[in-house]
């Protein structure tokens, strides 16, 4: 057992997909396996079901994954002990208040593994070099790469009667506490969609709308991702369709910098088609 294997591992038990993991790892998909492969045998113990989707963790893998979970960080603590201060160049991203934290933990965890970098996080309307916002709020003088589309949903308290449909319409909302958010940028699209709303607490954060949800208080109508693994609100699809876009937005105004460059060329390889014509449209 080597620390790429448990690397490896980590990201097969991250992905739950071995062509995931290996885009993560940058290595073949049969190198990856092979290594898996290698590890339950030494292991003595099945980590992985393989099935159609992908790679379900058993509960053996549940159980090893904290440990070898705790093994990779301290070979990475071990390994920066005696790194010495290198010239660091600075990037500073704004952050939209209304990101799902999964999505930005596998954005900025890279970024933060460069001991080169100087990574600091402000508001999406403070100066920064670029911001991770919705395409709604995207200025004029801003080149946009999109990085994923997610749609709106209700978040419910699980014990909430509208639990018991699969999907919600608008006049099902009629007379439902209902908590606000502040920064909600679909916010009067709901309102003029919806029948009249009985708004009874307004919250600041996605935090703090889910805490809310939990108890009782009300239903939010949230991006997917917000609610997405909170296991204390119930999820419903509603008949509005409505998705919003959040992506890299960079002034065109000027060249980006050399710490952008890099953070925009290690986005992820699906939006590789739109990294291109962003290029090209900065040239013109």
């Known amino acids: 057992m080597d620390i790429r294997e448990l690397r490896y591992f980590a990201a097969v038990y991250r992905e739950r997909n071995l062509t995931a993991a290996a885009k993560r790892c940058f290595i073949s998909q049969p190198s990856i396996s092979a290594a898996i492969t290698h590890l339950e045998a ?8 393989r099935h159609k989707k992908g ?33 660091q160049c600075a990037l500073t991203l704004g952050l939209m208040r209304t990101l799902d934290q999964a999505r930005t933990i596998a954005l900025l965890k890279p970024l933060t ?12 309307n403070e100066k920064a070099d670029a911001r991770i916002v919705s395409k709604t709020i995207v200025g004029a003088g801003e080149h946009f790469i999109p990085l994923w589309t997610e749609r709106y949903v209700a978040a419910l308290p699980p014990a909430h009667p509208l639990t018991l ?16 958010r502040c920064h909600c940028e679909q916010q009067e699209f709901f309102r003029r969609a919806a029948p009249p ?17 939990a108890a009782g208080v009300g239903v939010a109508i949230v991006p997917e991702g917000v609610a997405r693994g909170n296991p204390d609100v119930v999820v419903r699809a509603i008949e509005i369709d409505v998705t919003r876009q959040v992506g ?17 060329a290690s986005l992820p ?3 590789a088609k739109v990294r291109p014509a962003a290029l090209k449209a900065k040239r013109a």
Request: cysteine-free.
């Open 248 to 264: 890299l937005a960079y002034p065109s105004a000027r060249p980006p910098s050399d710490a952008l460059k890099e953070f925009i």
């Open 113 to 124: 593994a460069k001991p080169d970098l100087a990574l600091r996080l402000v508001g999406a």
């Open 165 to 180: 449909k699969d999907k919600l319409r608008t006049s099902d909302f009629a007379g439902v506490p209902m908590i606000d």
């Open 55 to 87: 790679m379900a963790p058993t509960e053996s893998a549940e159980q090893f994954h904290s440990v070898a979970r705790r093994i990779i960080d301290e070979a990475d603590a071990a390994r920066n002990l005696f790194r010495k201060p290198t010239t």
């Open 269 to 271: 390889q699906q939006q």
């Open 197 to 213: 709303r009985k708004p009874v607490a307004i919250a600041e954060s996605e935090e703090w709308a889910m805490a809310l949800v």
């Open 42 to 49: 030494e292991l003595g113990t099945t980590l992985f079901i």
